[in-house]
């Protein structure tokens, strides 16, 4: 009988919602933590997770059987149910509607792990604008404006 065999590097960039529920230093690992938790629960692979105040990035090996969608559907709806449990922030937490996500070759693993768990230091230079941006001109995505996420500046 013949297996199924795949390699798919998946890199996820999703942003909150609100401005005032912005993702703080002293609880953004455990977030971390707990959205590798959740792509273990589909059966993805998690490779790393990170972000900065406004965003998360997820890089992770996609299950075959589940799509793209389906596995940031929950990441982000199990997170945001999470982060309102333990009332990490005033009001309500919410992420924004939408995501990128873009696929890598397994050549280009460790250098995407590096990119994702420096990303404190790369905000120090780059606003999250200008690095969402970046990756959809990077990997050619057209886009239309009215449809990117609402960044912040601070």
Known sequence: MANTYTQ?????????????????KKWSEELHKYIAGTLKETKNFSLAVGGYKDHVHIFFELNPSISVSDVLKNVKSKSSKWINIKNFVSGKFEWQAGYGAF???RSQRNAVIKYIMKQE??????????EYLELLRRNEIKYEDAYIFEFYDD
Request: proline share 0%; charged share 25%.
């Open 8 to 24: 798919l590097n998946v890199h996820a960039v999703f942003s909150v919602k609100g401005r005032r529920n912005f993702i703080s």
């Open 103 to 105: 696929t890598y070759s």
């Open 121 to 130: 230091e790369h905000h120090g230079k780059h606003s999250f604008k200008d």
